[in-house]
């Protein structure tokens, strides 16, 4: 794991140094989130834009400590593009549509680089894969990609949380990559934690700067990269369940939404104040303290994430599939599938 230190200090230290100066960036662009509505927590403008720092640690490191091939740059080009989209959205908005566009184009560019999911495996044969997804290998790597890229954006909604849920999950991944020996997977896990790592100091409660959309949908499109070619592209018979179980948080988090708004007839993109750490701050816990548990909670799927990588057996499964019930009970204790009053937009 030594190999891997210093790519992570070079990441921390850039993204330290820029973020600073994308806060500058951000107040001369105009790019400020102002508390309009109940939903906010915030009490006060606060500029966004704050990914770019991720971006720009991620892509000098990523230069520095790895070998340029298709892969890469399909992998870079389609964070560009995503990044792009989160500025446009950050200074002047954008409508979901073309923010779905933008997912799908950097969809396409991961897929032209040969980066997808090209296969189902089978956790209780000997005989790996279960299912090779031929025709249907584009549509769902695009669902995916654009999954977890939205689930990121959806949580975050307090000072740390979508930039240290992001940390762990990388984290996560680098632990399972090198598990299944695949080097430049494992480095470019490294350099999104560590460029996270460097931009938490800023946006801890209190924050200076928030990511904004430019973070959250790139950090959200790097995990989605990441766990497709580290983990579903690998042979491991449990290959499908280690990335669900990585980024537990944001996944169950945004199906419990879905599955809530459903349930009362609104649409899906309708925003609400019934999210995890909506539902926390209810109980009577503070900013950080909300963040601090979900971090927990966070690290706690990533460490059972490792574990069963480790195991790699129909045993692992069953193990999943406990902590999987075990996460729908805790989300009706806190009422997850319920409504609250509050419908405005995020």
Known sequence: MENYIIPIIVAIIISLVSTPLVKKLAVRVGAIDV?????????KPMPLMGGLAIYIAIVIAALIFLPLNDTLISILVGATIILVSGIIDDIKGLS?????????????????????VDFITNPFSKDYVLLYLNGLSIPITLFWIVGITNTINLIDGLDGLASGVAMIS?????????KFGQEEVTILSALVAGACLGFIPYNFNPAKIFMGDTGALLLGFMLAAISIEGVMKSVATIAIVVPILILGVPIFDTTFAIFRRLLSGRSIAEADKGHLHHRLLDKGFSQRQTVLILYGLSAVFGIFAVIVAK???KQAVYMSVLLFLAAILFAFKLG???????????
């Open 336 to 346: 997850m599938f319920t409504n609250k009053k509050n419908t405005n937009k995020k």
């Open 35 to 43: 508390p309009k509505d109940e939903r906010r927590i915030h009490k």
């Open 170 to 178: 990388a984290l996560s991944l680098m632990l399972v990559a090198e």
């Open 311 to 313: 195991a790699n057996s």
């Open 96 to 116: 979901p549509k073309l923010k779905l566009v933008f997912q799908i184009i950097a969809g396409l560019v991961l897929i032209y680089g040969g980066v997808k």
